[in-house]
């Protein structure tokens, strides 16, 4: 048997449950946040930034930030796995987008912080 | 190609489409929060400039037919939809549910 290397958890059934604890993650910030926008059609400033200054957004926010990194390895890791079927043209693509999701999570803590 | 498979393979490409499209809402969300001016600029480009409302209801609409399908596919975990009959509804149900809320969104867009 050969030991999967490159997943997220290295395990078929750990990659499985934390791509659903993510999607789960992911689905409420993306209602809160739509919902957000809709309740708050004239959404000012100051409003904008007091709401993300809030620790418990902050939190969430972090939250989705990890959960949008092990999301989108673990399903572009599914894609590349089933497609692309070189070895070496697999690695330089799972890098890239590991590359990228690395570069999102920095730039949201980045954000977040205001830093 | 069935209707199931067509579902999935939307789910998939929606998938990439987002992670692609993730940089547009991060610059966004960047500028948004950096100033009153770069607030004032986002929300300037959202009601006015036509290439930004297209990108973004494309954005959105990924983000739309990636979450229903998703809790399409966690109805699946638990069981359901998993015969041929059943499973061809739901896929139909994910398309129409998906099509509304893309409308939808379009509409608030614009």
């Known amino acids: ?115 | 190609m069935p209707v199931t498979a067509i579902v999935s393979i939307l789910h998939r490409i929606t998938g990439i489409i987002l992670f692609v499209g993730l940089a547009f809402l991060f610059y966004a969300f960047d500028l948004s929060l950096e100033s009153q001016e770069g607030f004032d600029t986002v929300v300037n480009a959202f009601q006015t400039n036509f290439l930004v409302k297209f990108v973004i209801w494309g954005v959105v609409s990924a983000l739309l037919y990636h979450f229903v399908a998703g809790v399409k596919h966690l109805f699946m975990d638990m069981g359901y939809f998993e015969e041929l009959e059943s499973g061809r509804k739901a896929a139909i149900a994910n398309l129409a549910i998906a099509f509304v809320l893309i409308v939808l969104a379009g509409v608030w867009i614009w």
Not at chain 1, 13 to 35: H, K, N
Request: proline letters at 1%.
């Open chain 1, 1 to 115: 048997m050969v030991t999967q290397i490159t997943s997220f958890g290295r395990s078929g059934l750990y990659d499985w449950m934390m791509q659903r604890v993510s999607a789960v993650v992911l689905s409420l910030y993306t209602v809160f946040i739509i919902g957000y926008l809709l309740v708050n059609p004239e959404l000012t400033y100051e409003q904008w930034s007091a709401l993300f200054e809030a620790t418990w957004m902050r939190v969430f926010s972090l939250m989705v930030l990890l959960s949008i990194g092990m999301h989108s390895w673990i399903g572009l890791w599914s894609i590349s796995t089933d497609y692309i079927k070189a070895t070496g043209a697999r690695f330089f693509f799972q890098s890239l987008c590991g590359f990228v999701m690395f570069v999102y999570v920095v730039w949201g803590v980045q954000v977040l912080w205001g830093l």
